[in-house]
């Protein structure tokens, strides 16, 4: 049979748990209103919460009304005491405390009390226990106060974060939804500009161009916002379809199915469309006779992605230096783990991407 030592342990435990797992401020104060009295026996208890430099007495359960609802100022309540003290306070006799404001208890069956700070190196608030007799609560009873108070600081602590986290979420979100808006208009003003001030074969020609790249970047946003992987073949496509011309064959695009995460696809198809940009500028991709090969595999579980432009232009050697190189390392070293080794070959550039899977997906051929 369960003495009433251990029934009061099991009590205890139950509420901190009951504590851990709270969702909003409210619940933590209702949890502490329907668990501490029964746990140390006291005839009223009362939350008090701090708010700037005063205490308000958020909740109560009692033999008679205490204070729910009020605020009184730091310095005039016992709570406030405990709170700007950072330590517990135990009264045997309220009237022969000058800590105690007696006009506030004059109505009140309060006759000892016991006030414990919550979070007691920077106090956010109080759980004052209440007796009608004279009582000198124990040690024991003081510790029963005190751990639900670090319970309560805990959660508290907890409730305010996963608020903080969801506001984030929620303001990156919004942050996400304006530059959608952006983007489509920044390729929408382009259009408009491309129709004013080019000649008209010209601006059909740069907005097949744009309309590609706005299919693209949509298609990416998508798929990334539905889950966290993207397949490679769908991610090379997006990237450099918006470079196909009229001559489709110009382009080969091959490989095994492999599925990236979203943070290898980011990194990879921002390379990707480093490459594509800067064969736009200088290589097969400037010229109509320019072809461009991109194949990829799988090779015991590191990707491998081969680019092969021909047919292109003579480039000098200083044209695969500078930011575009830098930012190719920064992507692929930095962010992939992994290599990459760009050099003129024939009458175009080559290039090979290699990094690590972070996610194991099973290729096929």
Request: proline fraction near 4%; charged fraction near 25%.
């Amino acid at each position: 049979m369960l003495t009433a030592e251990h029934r009061r342990d099991d009590g205890l435990l139950a509420a901190i748990e009951a504590l851990a797992g709270s969702a909003t401020i409210d619940d933590v104060v209702e949890i502490i209103r329907s668990n501490a009295r029964k746990l140390i026996g006291a005839d009223g208890i009362a939350v008090i919460l701090r708010e700037g430099e005063e205490c308000r007495y958020v909740e109560e359960d009692a033999i008679g009304p205490l204070w729910k609802g009020q605020c009184f100022p730091l310095t005039s309540c016992v709570s406030g005491w405990a709170m700007l003290q950072r330590k517990a306070v135990v009264i045997q006799d309220i009237g022969q405390d000058d800590r105690v404001p007696f006009e506030y208890y004059s109505d009140t069956f309060v006759r000892s009390l016991a006030m414990v700070p919550v979070r007691s190196d920077d106090p956010i608030g109080a759980i004052g226990a209440y007796w009608s007799d004279n009582y000198l609560a124990p040690p024991e009873v003081v510790g029963i106060l005190e751990r639900l108070a670090k319970a309560t600081a805990t959660a508290i602590e907890n409730v305010r974060l996963v608020a903080a986290l969801s506001r984030a979420l929620g303001d990156a979100e919004l942050a996400r939804d304006e530059l959608r808006h952006r983007v489509k208009n920044a390729y929408a003003a382009t259009q408009a500009l491309a129709y004013l001030s080019l000649p008209p074969e010209h601006a059909r020609a740069l907005n097949a161009r744009v309309s590609a790249l706005a299919r693209a970047h949509e298609l990416l946003d998508q798929k990334l916002a539905r889950g966290d992987t993207i397949e490679l073949s769908d991610l090379v496509n997006a990237e450099l379809q918006p470079y196909v011309s009229e001559r489709e064959e110009r382009m080969a695009l091959s490989g095994e199915q492999i599925t990236l995460c979203g943070e290898e696809a980011v990194a990879l198809g921002l390379a990707l469309n480093e490459l594509a940009t800067n064969s736009l500028k200088y290589g097969a991709l400037s010229v109509p006779s320019g072809r461009l090969r991109v194949t990829w595999r799988n090779d015991h579980g590191h990707v491998l992605v081969d680019w092969q432009e021909s047919d292109g232009p003579e480039i000098r050697a200083s044209a695969l230096e500078g930011f575009g190189s830098r930012l190719l390392r920064r992507l692929i070293e930095g962010q992939l783990n992994g290599t990459i080794l760009r050099q003129m070959q024939g009458p175009g550039v080559t290039c090979r991407i290699e990094f690590p899977r972070i996610r194991r997906s099973a290729a096929v051929n």
